[in-house]
């Protein structure tokens, strides 16, 4: 597609469900990045794939975020057993190049809300 | 550890006039400076970045923006502000593109 599309763009769920958002990046773009933005906040890092490989995962806010590129193009990021913090919208982000190197093109995001 | 402070949280603005947004950085090295624009139900998009050179850097939308060491300041300018420039702006620092710091952001509303 022209750009980074996220689904849903929209989940409620209840508390300690589980959910999955899914990240479609531009075609051909080598670095997938996750984004958290809480309300009223600026987005905060998550994790960053290059193809792959999750190299940096150093912003998952526990261990009940996972995420995962496993043919190096489309990523899910799954929250096991919600809580009411996760509520946010979840911002994915791509770059054509490596990490660093590369202009940021940001999806319109999957907000969350956990009832 | 790398922060960013928008001291602003809304910004009321008559259309015509001129913007800044003001954005200071904490940052331990050199650091790569970047605005965002956020409109509602959209995405992030990119409005202009500095890396080095010239401290006076031009975007998209007729914005710049001057980064100015002394002051751990990137602050955004516009000489005139459209209605449709309406959004929430975000100042990032990080090491390159990817792992950014974000601010809070700043609101910007434009009045007719």
């Known amino acids: 597609g022209a750009g980074v599309s996220q689904s849903p763009r929209y989940k409620v769920a209840k508390r300690g469900q589980d959910v999955a958002l899914r990240c479609d990046p531009i075609s051909g773009h080598v670095s997938l990045f996750w984004y958290q933005q809480a309300l009223g906040q600026g987005p905060e890092f998550l994790t960053y794939?290059?193809?792959?490989?999750?190299?940096?995962k150093s912003g998952l806010p526990s261990d009940r975020f996972f995420a995962e590129r496993p043919e190096g193009s489309v990523s899910t990021l799954k929250i096991q057993r919600t809580q009411q913090e996760d509520s946010a919208v979840y911002l994915c982000?791509?770059?054509?190049?490596?990490?660093?190197?590369?202009?940021?093109?940001f999806g319109e995001g999957s907000r969350l809300t956990v009832l | 550890a790398q922060s960013v402070t928008q001291p602003d949280i809304h910004i009321t603005v008559s259309e015509g006039a001129s913007l800044e947004l003001r954005c200071n950085y904490s940052y331990g090295a050199t650091p790569y400076l970047f605005w965002y624009v956020q409109s509602p139900g959209q995405g992030l998009q990119l409005l202009l970045k500095?890396?080095?050179?010239?401290?006076l850097v031009q975007g998209i939308k007729g914005f710049e923006a001057e980064f100015k060491r002394s002051q751990s300041s990137f602050n955004l300018r516009k000489p005139s502000v459209h209605w449709s420039d309406a959004a929430e702006y975000f100042c990032?620092?990080?090491?390159?593109?990817?792992?950014?710091?974000f601010g809070k952001g700043t609101m910007l509303l434009v009045s007719p």
């Open positions: 990032a620092v990080g090491p390159g593109y990817s792992t950014l710091t």
């Open positions: 982000a791509s770059s054509l190049r490596g990490a660093n190197t590369g202009e940021l093109f």
């Open positions: 794939f290059q193809n792959e490989a999750q190299l940096d």
């Open positions: 500095y890396f080095s050179g010239d401290t």
